[in-house]
């Protein structure tokens, strides 16, 4: 570990804090100010006078070297305060961290008005590296639509091949799909988790959370082994928001989290982006109201490029298809042209073609029978 010992104090104090941070979400949304307290002023606005408060602050306020390091070895963050047994990242009890004196902590997160003390990582090298390149947050909703999942992937793989850093907090849906496009494109992405770096969440993504530990980076402000809560997700949100120089909503409804994340995005400054869509679909509402309110329309990974970089200034994205065989190209070309053929009236060798380039992420079936291109 790199981060400081005081760095450290006061993530386990937060982590302490977690009830009492539930209770207040609940109150009135989880704000940045909340995290920008100096560590007694915030035990007070949380914690009422008397015993808790006391014990609270003498476990995690100044104490000598020897006295925390007694309190901390016992526990990651106590369970029943919203951690669960410190499991480590593959198999380790130590987690490497960086906390806001690191030279490798992204300075992005200093716009916050209470950045993390610490985060944790699955590669703090990794992570120094990724959050040193232009970034773009592509989030949106859960239950994403068949439309979503394809845009997400689409962007997540885009904007990987051009060098820039996909940031997203690897829930369901469009999350994990920005993911997945960006690792299939070289692995360019950042998940920005709301429990502990160990913890996958959702358990189902369990496999895409390990390929995102071993090549890319996954982080978070909370400790090893702690269980997300309501109030990890919001606070997740502005780390995500502060990391992008650009956050771009895919789907999302009228009430959601990749809204908060757009929010924040627009309060430190930042571009916000949407992707349009049907205007009868609840998913639809949300960025559609971005795009009401002055965001940047967004129809693909090039849209985001000129957002970045200003328009005729990007860099260049290498073609998906350059290295295909020549049959393959031929038939995807066909497709980008939009011929979808049905399968039953499809002969078995482009049949076997088509079939590859699904595999190859180029296209995909359409509910029809027929193909489309997606890249």
């Not at 771009?248 to 995005?265: C, D, H, W, Y």
């Not at 916000?272 to 971005?290: D, E, I, Q, R, Y």
């Not at 393959?328 to 060798?349: H, S, T």
Request: proline share 7%; charged share 20%; hydrophobic share 45%.
């Amino acid at each position: 570990m790199t981060a400081c010992d005081a760095c450290l104090r006061r993530t386990r104090l937060i982590a302490a804090l977690a009830g009492h941070l539930d209770h207040l979400h609940a109150q009135r949304g989880l704000m940045d100010d909340v995290f920008a307290l100096p560590d007694e002023d915030l035990v007070a606005a949380l914690v009422p006078e008397g015993a808790a408060r006391a014990a609270l602050l003498a476990r995690h306020g100044p104490a000598d070297r020897a006295a925390r390091a007694e309190a901390a070895a016992p526990e990651t963050v106590r369970p029943g305060e919203g951690a669960g047994p410190a499991i480590g990242w593959s198999g380790e009890t130590d987690m490497p961290a960086v906390c806001r004196h690191d030279p490798s902590y992204p300075a992005a997160l200093g716009d916050l008005a209470g950045p993390p003390a610490v985060l944790f990582a699955s590669g703090v090298e990794r992570l120094a590296a990724l959050a040193g390149e232009p970034a773009v947050a592509i989030v949106g909703a859960r239950r994403a639509s068949a439309y979503g999942l394809e845009v997400a992937a689409a962007l997540g793989r885009g904007l990987s091949a051009a060098g820039v850093t996909v940031v997203s907090g690897m829930a369901l849906g469009v999350d994990s799909a920005a993911h997945a496009g960006a690792l299939d494109a070289g692995g360019r992405t950042i998940a920005v988790l709301g429990g502990g770096v160990d913890v996958p969440y959702p358990a189902t993504k369990r496999a895409l959370h390990a390929r995102l530990g071993g090549e890319a980076v996954v982080v978070s402000e909370l400790p090893p082994g702690f269980r997300p809560r309501r109030w990890t997700f919001p606070a997740r949100n502005r780390i995500i928001a502060a990391l992008a120089a650009v956050t771009v909503v895919v789907e999302a409804a009228q009430r959601s989290g990749a809204l908060i994340t757009a929010r924040i995005a627009r309060e430190l400054g930042r571009d916000v982006g949407a992707v349009p869509g049907h205007v009868t679909s609840p998913l639809a509402s949300g960025p559609n109201a971005l795009l009401r309110d002055g965001a940047h329309l967004v129809d693909g990974a090039e849209a985001v490029l000129d957002l970045l970089f200003g328009v005729g200034t990007r860099p260049p994205s290498p073609d998906p298809a350059g290295d295909l065989e020549p049959h393959l190209a031929r038939e995807l070309e066909r497709i980008r042209a939009g011929v979808g053929d049905r399968e039953r009236a499809i002969p078995a060798e482009t049949l076997g073609a088509l079939g590859e380039l699904e595999l190859r992420g180029l296209v995909r079936r359409t509910p029809g029978g027929g193909w489309v291109a997606v890249a």
